[in-house]
């Protein structure tokens, strides 16, 4: 199965969206205490996009062998996970380890590809959250 993936981070909350073809699965998350107003918004990115993997395959929606279009908003990220990119940021280089490992152990087929952040779906969702909380 054929699916495209957004995810997005800052530093008080996540957010992803899977798409798989009509249906669409949306999430918004505050970050846990350890990561809340503690990370950068590049950390957060990769958390978003680390933890919606991972949520994905939980809820069944990614299954074995799937292919998941990536779409990255940010430059580095998407030099990073598509040409590997190092780092020097040993939580970055973990997040990278562990997706690495998701679409190794489920044989996920992973496409990357760069998008403007104005295209990015999750980011729409993630402002809208921080407005909503703003307003609370």
Same mark, same amino acid.
């Given at each position: ?59 069944? %929606?990614? /299954?074995?062998?799937?292919?998941? /279009?990536? %779409? ?13 990119? /190092? ?12 997706? /690495? ?5 489920? %044989? ?29």
């Amino acid at each position: 199965m054929d699916h495209v993936f957004y995810s997005d981070g800052n530093a008080d909350r996540v957010s992803w969206i899977i798409q798989t073809g009509n249906s669409i699965i949306e999430q918004n998350k505050e970050h846990v205490d350890i990561y809340k107003n503690k990370v950068s918004k590049l950390q957060s990115k990769y958390v978003a996009l680390h933890i919606g993997l991972f949520w994905g395959i939980g809820l069944f %929606k990614i /299954k074995n062998e799937d292919t998941i /279009k990536i %779409k990255l908003d940010e430059k580095t990220m998407f030099e990073q996970l598509s040409a590997g990119l /190092k780092t020097r940021d040993e939580f970055i280089a973990n997040r990278i380890k562990f997706i /690495k490992q998701l679409t190794m152990q489920r %044989k996920l087929k992973m496409q990357f590809e760069m998008i403007e952040q104005k295209d990015n779906m999750a980011n729409k969702i993630l402002k809208i959250k921080e407005v909503e909380t703003k307003n609370e």
